[in-house]
């Protein structure tokens, strides 16, 4: 999630507009128990707010 704030913010969007949380080890989509289901919970989610 750090890395695509840190992206965002290079192409001059405001680092204020964000608020990055990690939730993946709470919030697994698989289990995390195969290298499959861990590169699946390796994720970000974007939500637009207006």
């Known amino acids: 999630a750090q890395a695509v704030l840190n992206y965002f ?4 969007i405001s680092r204020s507009r964000f608020t990055v949380s990690g939730l993946g080890s709470a919030y697994p989509i698989t289990s995390n128990n195969t290298e499959e289901g861990r ?7 974007i939500l637009r707010i207006n």
């Open 9 to 12: 913010a290079s192409k001059g």
């Open 39 to 45: 590169a699946r919970n390796r994720r970000v989610v």
